[in-house]
């Protein structure tokens, strides 16, 4: 089973913040927080992933509070092409063994 | 671009039939490859993990007769859908990660599988 507990869908008015949240109160020391996103019809993209520290790349910045039970995913600036499904997942470390275990994300519908 | 690319993009098949998709990661070297499967409007399933050189791990309830998994180099792992049924008619995903603890996992494009 997934580890972790997303809203099923969220709004998100074109040109403003989508803030996408996550929770996953029994993280392990050893497991990083992934998101991926899936357009319709493809495979998942990868956006960010993080230990510990908050992360920034051109995508998105992943904020994961202090006691690392939850965290948030930021796009600054929505665009229609950011409408998907955001699946947040933790993954243990340990080398290319560790599979990803999806649940039902979060659908974002940006909207004009 | 694409780091991990699968083949073909979409294939139609009749009931009874096998059909074999490819998976390969472009710009490295993927010691594993999990594949997983996407029904219409639900989650990724995890299937198998293949493990390069030696035989693949299925998930619970994956009849591992059914879908031959090979990983025969360490960029190229194969799905062979045997004897297929118009129930196995889904969307088949790829991935593979690079052997660095901590690192990402691309996902192929997909593959459309219709059984007719």
């Known amino acids: 089973d997934a580890k972790t507990t997303q809203p099923t869908s969220m709004d998100c008015a074109e040109g403003r913040a989508a803030n996408l949240p996550c929770n996953h109160s029994t993280i392990s020391g050893n497991e990083y927080v992934y998101w991926y996103r899936q357009i319709h019809s493809q495979g998942p993209q990868y956006i960010i992933h993080g230990l510990k520290n908050n992360e920034t790349n051109e995508m998105a910045s992943l904020i994961i509070t202090e006691d690392r039970k939850s965290s948030t995913l930021i796009l600054p600036h929505a665009t229609l092409r950011d409408t998907a499904v955001y699946y947040c997942i933790v993954r243990a470390l340990g080398g290319s063994q560790g599979n990803l275990i999806f649940g039902k994300g979060t659908k974002l519908s940006v909207k004009p | 671009g694409a780091v991990v690319s699968q083949h073909p993009s979409w294939v139609i098949c009749k009931s009874g039939t096998s059909v074999k998709i490819e998976c390969r990661s472009l710009?490295?070297?993927?010691?594993?490859m999990f594949w997983y499967r996407q029904f219409p409007k639900q989650s990724l399933m995890l299937m198998a993990t293949s493990n390069e050189g030696s035989k693949a791990t299925y998930e619970q309830g994956v009849e591992k007769d059914k879908f031959l998994i090979n990983h025969a180099s360490l960029t190229l792992s194969t799905l062979t859908v045997t004897s297929a049924h118009p129930e196995d008619s889904s969307f088949y995903i790829c991935?593979?990660?690079?052997?660095?603890?901590?690192?990402?996992?691309?996902f192929g494009e997909g593959s459309w599988l219709t059984v007719v």
């Open positions: 991935s593979a990660s690079r052997a660095v603890p901590g690192n990402t996992i691309y």
């Open positions: 710009d490295f070297q993927a010691t594993t």
